[in-house]
């Protein structure tokens, strides 16, 4: 059974930094895509970047140029690191795993990431 689990969310002040990490379980085949979404207080579910096992990335709109974004394939998981961070990042933040071929997504529980003085 394939099991995604965040780690990493907590409670950081205005223009700091914090670092998600994500790793899924129960597979040994290598996940085709893995990315990270995040849902606030308005519970759209938004994509902040995604990377697949070849390298491509790519940003959604919502902090494209805070964020970095890699994996480590051999570990099918995936980090997020987050810069100058603001209140309006507060969400609860997903990671979400792509097999490929067709088959379904996998989603991990989230992690609660808090800005705030």
């Known amino acids: 059974q394939v099991h995604v689990v965040e780690s990493g969310g907590g409670l950081v002040r205005p223009g700091g930094s914090l670092v998600l990490s994500c790793v899924v379980s129960?597979?040994?085949?290598?996940?085709?895509?893995m990315a990270w979404y995040r849902q606030g207080p308005d519970n759209q579910r938004e994509m902040i970047a995604f990377m697949t096992a070849a390298g491509l990335i790519k940003f959604g709109d919502v902090m494209k140029d805070r964020v970095f974004i890699f994996r480590d394939n051999a570990k099918n998981s995936v980090t997020l690191q987050m810069k100058d961070l603001k209140p309006e990042d507060t969400a609860v933040y997903y990671c979400?795993?792509?097999?490929?071929?067709?088959?379904?997504?996998?989603w991990g529980p989230g992690t609660q990431v808090t800005v705030s003085s």
């Open positions: 979400n795993a792509d097999p490929g071929g067709g088959q379904a997504y996998y």
């Open positions: 129960g597979t040994a085949i290598p996940i085709y895509a």
